[in-house]
């Protein structure tokens, strides 16, 4: 089975574009519940995709992606962005300790996303026939962006997630030396792309998410990976 572009778009559109603002509205919430109001006054701490939509990140790069991928063939890994939501760590009530809340509300956000896919692939069975196939793609999609985008930004790397809370987590004298790589951190995650570690990096937890969701699915591991496979290639 192959899909075509329009059917591709189809298939990920909705995925990605909660997968990806939902991540970012997560820490807005966060933020707010722990003192700091940024987000809240400027209406970013909402489900509502279009207060978080960038269009280049959420939008151009991804539709991208699936155009080259089509003319080009071949798998490929989706990503994007959204318009990152304004956190002031200094109006928080504890700075330092509430940081590593509010950088893990990302990641936990596209997990329990990732869970609701699942829930849709199961759904789509349980009802039959005509809702077994788009659903069990479209809850391949799900799964698949958010196991990245989480493993992305579980990295230890400033400006990621993964950055915020190991500064968190290090003795200040460390955590301020360790914040100053922040101007670096977009150069050295394109350095790890380009010299093909960044996948290496990323698989562990990508497998994990992959393994942990397909227990919600009511697919094994194998048919979930197979369902990813047609909806990447």
Not at 56 to 72: F, N, R
């Amino acid at each position: 089975m192959e899909l075509n572009l329009i059917q591709k778009i189809t298939v990920w559109a909705i995925p990605i574009i909660f997968a990806i603002t939902l991540h970012e509205a997560a820490h807005g919430y966060v933020a707010k519940f722990f003192g700091d109001k940024t987000a809240w006054m400027l209406g970013r701490v909402t489900l509502n995709p279009l207060k978080h939509i960038d269009p280049v990140g959420t939008i151009l790069v991804p539709l991208s992606i699936l155009l080259m991928s089509k003319l080009l063939g071949g798998g490929f890994i989706l990503f994007g962005w959204a318009k990152p939501v304004p956190v002031n760590f200094g109006a928080l009530r504890h700075p330092k300790r509430n940081m590593l809340w509010v950088a893990l509300a990302g990641p936990a956000a596209n997990l329990v996303m990732a869970i609701f896919w699942a829930l849709v692939i199961k759904l789509g069975i349980t009802l039959g026939d005509n809702y077994t196939q788009p659903m069990a793609l479209m809850g391949a999609a799900g799964i698949f962006i958010n196991a990245i985008l989480m493993a992305l930004n579980l990295l230890p790397l400033p400006p990621l997630d993964g950055g915020r809370i190991a500064i968190s987590l290090l003795p200040n004298k460390y955590a301020y030396r360790y914040a100053q790589i922040e101007p670096y951190g977009f150069y050295i995650l394109l350095a790890l792309m380009f010299i093909g570690w960044l996948g290496m990096v990323l698989s562990p937890i990508l497998a994990l998410t992959l393994v942990f969701a397909s227990s919600f699915s009511g697919l094994s591991h194998g048919d979930l990976v197979a369902l990813i496979q047609i909806i990447t290639r």
